[in-house]
């Protein structure tokens, strides 16, 4: 398996610490899930399916444990410090592939430090705007932030999550200039949204999906 991390898109993959000790009866103790974002957020749902279906499979508990902050980088420098014998893993997004890019240098080296397990999930974006908005489809919303640089917000889960990259995507695309707001989370970014503190934000699907299906 090469060294280099598999991220593409906006895939989430899971990866542990370099190098994985050979063992004859693994898993044979309790493993670990870090996920470097709050509870609810989908790298967790994600991590929680597949830490119910492990501990079938093998008979060992498996337990997620949540590392929020920096944007994912704390949980990150925690899988990275872990011992290198497999029981500690994380799970590993888009971010992490362009946070050096933007702080200029982090804790771990994302292409050397962990060892990529596997590619778990393609995720959709969706835009999304509050009940009651003054934008009733894309044209509307970027013909309002032409009127208006600087004016309009988007949310996301930080700086440098997929929300913040998509959106800056997006007004590049556009030829607009909105306002970037990170949160701690893409929950508290959608919570920000309906209430108003700001006017759109991009969302994976599972985020998305029962917001809009609610109203």
């Not at 430090?113 to 044209?139: E, H, K, M």
Request: hydrophobic content about 45%.
């Amino acid at each position: 398996m090469r060294r280099r991390t598999l991220l593409k898109g906006l895939s989430a993959a899971l990866a542990c610490t370099l190098p994985w000790s050979a063992r004859a009866a693994y898993p044979d103790k309790p493993l670990r899930i870090i996920v470097p974002l709050p509870a609810a957020s989908p790298p967790d749902v994600l991590a929680r399916v597949i830490a119910e279906r492990l501990q079938r499979l093998w008979g060992q508990p498996v337990v997620v444990e949540n590392r929020p902050g920096a944007t994912g980088m704390i949980g990150l420098d925690a899988v990275a410090r872990s011992a290198p014998d497999g029981y500690t893993v994380g799970i590993m997004f888009l971010t992490h592939t362009v946070l050096p890019a933007l702080f200029g240098k982090v804790s771990y080296r994302t292409d050397g430090d962990f060892a990529p397990i596997a590619n778990l999930v393609w995720l959709y974006n969706a835009l999304l705007v509050a009940p009651g908005s003054d934008y009733a489809d894309v044209r509307s919303l970027v013909e309002q932030a032409r009127r208006q640089p600087g004016k309009l917000s988007y949310g996301s889960g930080g700086n440098g999550s997929p929300a913040h990259l998509l959106g800056a995507a997006f007004c590049q695309a556009a030829g607009i200039d909105m306002l970037h707001v990170p949160f701690k989370g893409p929950a508290e970014a959608a919570q920000a949204l309906m209430g108003g503190y700001v006017q759109t934000m991009f969302a994976t699907a599972s985020v998305a999906v029962p917001l809009a299906q609610s109203g």
